[in-house]
């Protein structure tokens, strides 16, 4: 159920856990020696700000591992965390539509970072079927070329909160660059061993575009044609999706973990493609699971989609 606390009352919380905050805590402060307060709200916005932070930083996560962004409604315990924060790193491009109303209510001034400002959002092909109300793609960090964008965001941000920083922050961002790189080479590599015709992609929802687009598959169709995954498919939409899967071949269908595969399975069946639950989209692990790391969460889906469709 999502919350819906009043500005009023959620103003109360942040007073209430704020105050308790300074009556336990200033004794542990050590002048000099406090930190910049850095959070991000998603985890694998987390992982790809603490590689260009290195040492110098720590950056905290607001959602917890495994819950849907999309279905994510802060807490007022989320907001005071928030209104403490000095710099705070979102994706944008719409991604975080609570963001507003919760900076608003958190108060207070912090520098906040969108890791895709400056990216332009990618138009559906004439192929993929689309809710009519699509506003564009926030899903720009499946593909690691846009990840060094935020990279260069992130590097920049954390310069002008901590100028005495810049040269670190620069050279943390360069090496992992470099990783990103090397990750976008291994993408292609392991994608050259699936045959043109079976590079079809049929998702939970409108997510893998920009990894679509940059590694030569096509969007087959979304179960939610939304960018969402809390829209809801048509009955109309669904047989449409079917007809397609039939048309086109596709083999599988891939589904995020922590998404309900029942009308994948019900699809399946009609079509005969094979179910994949388990990719990670919106949030890494923790270790020693399949992705705890940005990087690892892209080394494991791409070996569940080659498995599926060589």
């Not at 996560?61 to 005071?80: E, K, R, S």
């Not at 564009?136 to 846009?146: A, C, I, K, Y």
């Not at 941000?157 to 943390?172: E, H, M």
Request: charged share 20%; aromatic share 6%; hydrophobic share 40%.
């Amino acid at each position: 159920m999502k919350n819906k606390l009043t500005t009023a009352a959620i103003g109360l919380t942040i007073a209430s856990l704020m105050l308790a905050a300074c009556s336990t805590g200033n004794s542990q402060s050590t002048p000099g020696a406090k930190k910049l307060r850095i959070m991000a709200v998603e985890s694998f916005l987390t992982d790809i700000a603490q590689n260009v932070a290195g040492e110098r930083l720590e950056v905290d996560t607001l959602i917890p591992m495994g819950i849907d962004p999309h279905a994510y409604q802060p807490t007022p315990q989320d907001v005071v965390r928030i209104a403490e924060s000095q710099v705070l790193i979102v994706n944008g491009a719409h991604f975080e539509a609570w963001l507003d109303k919760t900076l608003e209510n958190a108060g207070g001034e912090r520098q906040v970072i969108e890791g895709s400002s400056g990216l332009i959002s990618r138009q559906p092909t004439a192929n993929e079927i689309i809710d009519p109300d699509h506003n564009g793609d926030p899903h720009f960090w499946l593909d690691p070329n846009n990840v060094i964008h935020y990279v260069e965001n992130i590097r920049d941000g954390f310069s002008r909160a901590d100028p005495q920083g810049k040269i670190t922050y620069g050279k943390n961002a360069d090496q992992y660059i470099g990783q990103l790189k090397e990750l976008d080479q291994w993408i292609v590599k392991q994608v050259s061993s699936i045959p043109v015709q079976n590079r079809q992609l049929v998702t939970n929802h409108e997510s893998f575009g920009y990894f679509a687009d940059r590694y030569g598959f096509r969007i087959t169709g979304t179960i939610i044609p939304s960018t969402s995954s809390e829209a809801s498919p048509s009955a109309q939409q669904m047989a449409a999706l079917v007809d397609q899967i039939r048309l086109s071949g596709a083999k599988a269908i891939f589904i995020e973990t922590g998404s309900n595969p029942q009308l994948a399975e019900q699809i399946a069946q009609e079509t005969g493609a094979k179910v994949i639950t388990d990719l990670y989209t919106h949030s890494i692990t923790a270790k020693p699971g399949a992705a705890p790391s940005y990087i690892e969460m892209m080394k494991h889906n791409v070996k569940l989609i080659v498995a599926a469709l060589k």
